[in-house]
Nanobody, 125 residues
């Protein structure tokens, strides 16, 4: 059974940093792209970053560019989202998701086959 498990959410002050991790199991990690989405209360789910284990391609949305970065550790089957200079508007539930192949910069949730349970990130002002 395919599974994605996120860790690393929490409460942080404005300007602080957090690292989220997403560990995969039950599917061939190297054949998939892993993405991070977030959803704030009352808002649509927003794709913010993705990375492909097929060709190493990656993408960062403009909303977080320069503050967030994504990386993949093939041996650990884990993708990380490093979040720096956090702002209150980054407060959301963060989800990782997987789809086969290379990245698609139009990050539509329905393009992704597997989802994690989500982890809450709260940035206090």
């Amino acid at each position: 059974e395919a599974q994605l498990v996120e860790f690393g959410g929490g409460l942080v002050q404005t300007g602080g940093s957090l690292t989220l991790s997403c560990t995969a199991s039950g599917f061939t990690f190297g054949d998939y792209a892993i993405a991070w989405f977030r959803q704030a209360p009352g808002k649509e789910r927003e794709g913010i970053s993705c990375i492909s284990n097929v060709d190493g391609g990656s993408y960062i949305a403009d909303s977080v560019k320069g503050r967030f970065s994504i990386s993949s550790n093939y041996a650990k089957k884990t993708v990380y989202l490093q979040m720096n200079s956090l702002k209150p508007e980054d407060t959301a539930v963060y989800y990782c998701a997987a789809r086969p192949g290379i990245i698609v910069t139009t990050m539509v949730p329905s393009f992704y086959d597997y989802w994690g349970q989500g982890t809450q990130v709260t940035v206090s002002s």
